[in-house]
């Protein structure tokens, strides 16, 4: 299998980890967004460290200068930390929108990268995707946006622009292994519970809670940073950046399909253009171009 191809599934199996946050993180509803932030980012810390003790030198990953851990932690802490605020500031469902036009910019930005060009269907891909999130954001009950409301709004067109730009960022720094992710997640727990211990009160998880905490640890805020960290520097960053669309998607039928949500129009249509708009995206890969003939 090429490399290229590898990476880019590795990279959507964080699209797929992150589908089940939101059934994950309603079982952690009591517990403040820091604390769970904090909690969450020790265990997925934990998990990368512990392959450490498989993979002699592997610690050597963390000797990176400082740009490096700016972006890796400046993407992780800084995106939620800023996320966290708009919502605070914003309907959630409408700052959720504006922060999802991250995938939209990750394809617009990758123009920008050695190598990458970027073509129409590129961008048309990621039109159809954001118009199926914003189909499931309308059924959801975003009925407009107020002024009253903009500090929310900037906020969430922030964290749009922080994760967009650490995604491709990465790229820059391809030589860096994933190894250093860990050191980013460490640093991340660390100003997550700083900030718990300076804005919010402890809520003490119970055994239930503490089992959906592991499991985002391991899963959608462990597994899947580091997956994604391979996806953006090794494999198609434009394909991954349209497939995120698919992301709230997969967890609106996840919620269906345990009985939470209820399947909708909106739902089948919201489908229909994220797939449609990941076809189209994926022409390159589906219908690769002939290498020319060579002359005899």
Known sequence: MPAKLLATLIGLIAILLWSVLALTTALTYRIP????????????????????LF???????????????ALGVGGLFGY?????????????????LIAYLWPLLIVLFSAMLPGERLRWYHVA???????????????????????????GYA?????????????VLSRRF?????????????????????????FETTVWPD?????????????????AFYAWDRGVKHGDIRLLGVASYATPVLSTLILV???????????????????GGALIASRDQLFPPRKPAVEA
């Open 33 to 52: 967004s820091f604390e769970l932030l904090g909690l969450t980012f020790a265990v997925a810390t934990l998990m990368g460290a512990t392959s450490w």
């Open 155 to 167: 906020l969430a067109l922030a964290c749009a622009f922080i994760w967009s730009g650490y995604s």
């Open 80 to 96: 939620h930390a800023v996320y966290f605020e708009a919502l605070k500031r914003a309907p959630p469902a409408e700052a959720s």
């Open 257 to 275: 399909a345990v009985g939470i949500a209820s399947p909708s129009l909106a739902l089948a249509l919201a489908v229909l253009l994220i797939v």
């Open 125 to 151: 891909g990621a039109l159809l995707g954001f118009a199926g999130v914003l189909a499931l954001a309308l059924a959801k009950g975003v009925s407009g946006f107020e002024m009253a409301n903009a500090p």
């Open 174 to 198: 391809k030589a860096v292994p994933t190894d250093a992710v860990v050191g980013f997640c460490g640093v991340t727990c660390v100003l997550a519970l700083i900030c718990h211990g300076l």
């Open 207 to 223: 055994a239930k809670e503490w089992l959906a905490i592991v499991g985002l640890g391991l899963g959608p805020v462990g597994l």
């Open 55 to 69: 993979r002699p030198g592997a610690t050597a990953a963390l000797r990176q200068p400082w740009p490096v851990w």
